[in-house]
T-cell receptor, first 110, second 114 residues
Framework: GQQVMQIPQYQHVQEGEDFTTYCNSS?????IQWYKQRPGGHPVFLIQ?????EVKKQKRLTFQFGEAKKNSSLHITATQTTDVGTYFC??????????FGTGTRLTIIP | DTAVSQTPKYLVTQMGNDKSIKCEQN?????MYWYKQDSKKFLKIMFS???????INETVPNRFSPKSPDKAHLNLHINSLELGDSAVYFC?????????????FGPGTRLTVT
């Protein structure tokens, strides 16, 4: 079936270091969304990317959508303890439903 | 005010029982969803309703039956619970149908089947 893979599955970083998670699909996505889920919490929408090659920034977070619309990345600059959580990408394969990625769990070492 | 609420937050029950989870959204959204998140954190859509009409019905055992009495409510009834049903169930809503709209998730219901 259609899947969206994320790497890495886990990432431990020292506070202040940068963090990147990558999202890959075998087929073209119509668009992609990113969500953050804090430990014990629920997914919270971060952003949506629609255009090929699109780059969007939210403070220390930078989101990119690949030129072929098959991959995406989220980069966090100078991580803080509040960044802890699992980051999910979610894409649409043209079937009008979100297929969530496998998630990257970020832990911060103070 | 909570945008998307679910009850109960925790549900512990024995195999074979029947249970229901309720969801309500006060955002005025047209579309509501049920997701299942397993122990490995995989998040998978189960059902989607748009204006009380079933839109998405994934490959889910027919022991699971959603019901939307109005567009602000979406309930999930589960018959003959099995160990594998243990998971966190999230309700979500969006302004419209389709991928263009961000989804707002409820706090989740942690179901444990013993």
């Amino acid at each position: 079936g259609q899947q969206v893979m994320q790497i890495p599955q886990y990432q431990h970083v020292q506070e202040g270091e940068d963090f990147t998670t990558y999202c890959n699909s075998s087929t073209t996505l119509s668009n992609i969304q990113w969500y953050k889920q804090r430990p014990g919490g629920h997914p919270v929408f971060l952003i949506q990317l629609v255009k090929s090659g699109e780059v969007k920034k939210q403070k220390r977070l930078t989101f990119q959508f690949g030129e072929a619309k098959k991959n995406s990345s989220l980069h966090i600059t100078a991580t803080q303890t509040t960044d802890v959580g699992t980051y999910f990408c979610a894409g649409d394969f043209g079937n009008e439903k979100l297929t969530f990625g496998t998630g990257t769990r970020l832990t911060i070492i103070p | 005010d909570t945008a998307v609420s679910q009850t109960p937050k925790y549900l512990v029950t024995q195999m074979g029982n029947d249970k229901s989870i309720k969801c309500e959204q006060n955002l005025g959204h047209d579309t509501m969803y049920w997701y299942k998140q397993d122990s490995k954190k995989f998040l998978k859509i189960m059902f989607s309703y748009n204006n009380k009409e079933l839109i998405i019905n994934e490959t889910v055992p027919n022991r699971f039956s959603p019901k939307s009495p109005d567009k602000a409510h979406l309930n999930l009834h589960i018959n003959s619970l099995e160990l594998g049903d243990s998971a966190v169930y999230f309700c979500a809503s969006s302004r419209g149908q389709g991928i263009s709209y961000e989804q707002y998730f409820g706090p989740g219901t942690r179901l444990t089947v013993t």
